[in-house]
């Protein structure tokens, strides 16, 4: 197997795309370098400025911007890798920084300090000083813009202090939206003016990533929805490291919240923890405070010890450590010694965005819509009634292997059902890693489980309709967002099940929690279970037969015949494929993608190959 990119191999990739693929995306409204947000020409408003590195805007530096900013000034910064340093001062106050194409892949600032990196008056940086961006103003905002810093140990075997920040916050009512944050040991600096004022951060939807305490500072921080990534590091012990390392002020009532998030790893399994706490000699009254709730934690790390000390003066056990309604591998509870206190829902309902930062309501922005494209993939999260099935079970079929059957040319299928998969064990297993690994921005993602989350005895799959089926299902949801895909959700397929020759109902209140989830998460929905109940109830229960997997004895595949009236033969798969594809285009999704949806179909037109892995990944 290849070794991973290092950071700096993977900046420089994200450099040859902006300089080849990157300019497309840029220029695609109008021709335009900064999309939707004007030019120099045709400015936003008097005060913005515009950030292009071969000259095309005000600037081709963002740190030029940030020096010509008047206070609340918009700084949209075009396509590039931006190598420099850049810091807001205290004084510029209401600066935003805006990627100008949305991606936040395509707009990098990036610089290579650590702490330990010499001066050249001989000192150091020291950790707060290698940052590559320094924002000390209040009411600063960013959108899809990455920090980065790409110092890596291996270039710098003799330098001792391997703390290399990428961002470092202090001002007050700093959001950030769609951002990436990139490193190794400190990634971001979530902090505070000084021990005795508060900075209140909200941090929606983005992505960090590092090793050792890449998630630090004594900031009153909310990450919302973000993923956490913990990173393959080459080192022969454990742990690798542990993303949080909150410092909080004793003076400050709280931290760090954690809330809806995705802890996610490149490495091994149980090796990382989730925090330590730090207590700095600058302000050894430090109290360090991290709610975690309603987050999926991946099995990188530790579930049976995930908690660990810095320093023995100030174990973690003396910390506000609390978490609340955590799921996936590494949020078990092994021994509950190991763990901080799990809040009732009482407390729980203190630890919120609005409970953290009072009167400051960033958390009420729209979600940044999704780029269309008329060549897209549909990847499909599902179970068995969705799945591809070998050469060896046909006639048997998913409605998501005969999907392709429905797309026009330059519109794939990326079919990551699987058999027997719950919302659940899809996620813990590691399909949902492998589709945010595949998907682009413009693809869909289509999120249909259901039964066998019912399957409440089975710990590995059960889940609750109203609580952990949400949770995960929004795993699926946040996971397309971040990577500026369309989500859909798409209630199951229902059973053949009748009586009184009528089809029933058989999936509980998993279609309704999926319904509600929707609407308050503004994802379109394809009521597929409506809309198969009507489909079976048309063609009644002889003619339904031969679209389940009802067969004679002496087939090929089933020679003792099989009477199946959950999973479907290949004309079953089709028709339940054009009721998904005949719901998305009513709904104007996937437009340009969809064709022949009221055309007769042969089963031949599906593909079984040789072979499949399960889980897909």
């Known amino acids: ?40 020409d045709e400015r936003l408003t008097a005060d913005t400025l515009y950030v292009h590195p071969a000259g095309r805007g005000d600037h081709a530096t963002v740190q030029a911007a940030v ?65 590559t961006v320094k924002l000390d103003a209040g009411d600063f905002t960013a959108r899809a813009v990455t920090f980065a810093n790409d110092w890596l140990r291996a270039d710098h075997q003799g330098v001792s202090g391997t703390q290399a920040v990428a961002c470092r916050v202090r001002g007050d009512r700093s959001a950030f939206f769609d951002c990436r944050f990139l490193g190794h040991q400190d990634t971001l600096l979530a902090d505070s003016p000084a021990a005795t004022v508060v900075g209140r951060q909200y941090y929606r939807r983005c992505h960090i990533e590092g090793d050792v305490d890449f998630v630090f500072g004594r900031g009153t921080a909310v990450f919302d929805r973000c993923e956490i990534r913990c990173l393959e590091r080459d080192v022969d012990f454990t742990p690798k490291g542990m993303p949080f390392a909150p410092s909080t002020s004793g003076e400050f009532d709280h931290g760090y919240l954690a809330v809806g998030c995705r802890v996610t790893s490149d490495a091994g399994d149980a090796e990382y923890k989730l925090s330590r706490p730090w207590v700095p000699s600058s302000n050894p009254t430090a109290w360090p405070s991290l709610t975690v709730r309603d987050t999926w934690i991946g099995p990188g790390v530790d579930a049976a010890a995930p908690y660990t000390n810095m320093s023995s003066g100030h174990p973690w056990q003396d910390q506000r450590y609390a978490e609340y309604a955590n799921i996936g591998p590494g949020a078990a509870i092994v021994d509950p010694a190991a763990r901080p206190r799990q809040l009732s829902e009482d407390e729980a309902a203190e630890h919120t965005a609005e409970g953290y930062l009072g009167d400051w309501n960033p958390q009420d922005e729209p979600e940044a819509e999704a780029p269309r494209s008329r060549d897209f993939t549909i990847f499909v999260a599902g179970d068995s009634t969705a799945s591809t099935y070998a050469q060896a079970r046909r006639p048997r079929a998913g409605w998501g292997q005969a999907l392709d059957v429905f797309t026009t040319r330059g519109v794939t299928v990326d079919n990551r059902a699987w058999s027997g998969a719950s919302s659940k064990s899809h996620t813990d297993q590691g399909v949902l890693d492998a589709i945010a690994a595949a998907i682009a921005p413009g693809d869909w993602l289509l999120i249909s489980f259901g039964h066998n989350d019912q399957k409440t005895d089975d710990p590995d799959r059960g889940t609750d309709p109203y609580t952990t089926y949400r949770q995960y299902l929004r795993g699926y949801i946040d996971v397309a967002r971040l990577r500026r895909a369309h989500p859909v959700l798409v209630t199951s397929v229902e059973r053949r099940r009748f009586r009184d020759g009528r089809p029933v109902e058989s999936l509980g209140e998993y279609p309704e929690a999926m319904r509600a989830l929707a609407d308050e998460e503004g994802v379109p929905l394809i009521d597929l279970q409506a809309e198969s109940l009507a489909l079976w109830a048309r063609l009644g229960e002889e003619g339904t037969k031969d679209h ?26 089709i028709e339940v494929a054009r009721l998904v594809a005949k719901a998305a285009a009513s709904r104007r999704l996937m437009k340009g993608g969809l064709t022949g949806l009221n055309h007769e179909h042969d089963p031949d037109e599906i593909t079984w190959p040789e072979s499949i892995s399960e889980p897909p990944l």
């Open 548 to 573: 389940f997997l009802w067969l004679d004895a002496g087939h090929e595949h089933y020679p003792n015949g099989i009477e199946d009236n959950t999973h479907f033969q290949a004309k079953g798969a």
């Open 67 to 131: 020096d010509a900013a008047a206070p609340g000034a918009t700084v949209v910064i075009a396509a590039g890798t931006y190598r420099e340093l850049v810091h807001v001062t205290s004084a510029q106050t209401g600066l935003t920084f805006i990627g100008a194409t949305g991606d936040p892949h395509d707009v990098v600032i990036v610089y290579d300090l650590a702490a330990g990196t010499l001066k050249p008056d001989g000192t150091t940086y020291g950790t707060s000083g290698s940052a």
């Open 1 to 40: 197997m290849a070794p991973p990119l290092s950071r700096r191999l993977l900046l420089a990739a994200t450099a040859a795309a902006a300089a080849t693929a990157v300019p497309a995306a840029a220029y695609a409204k109008g021709g335009k370098a900064f999309g939707r947000y004007g030019s120099p």
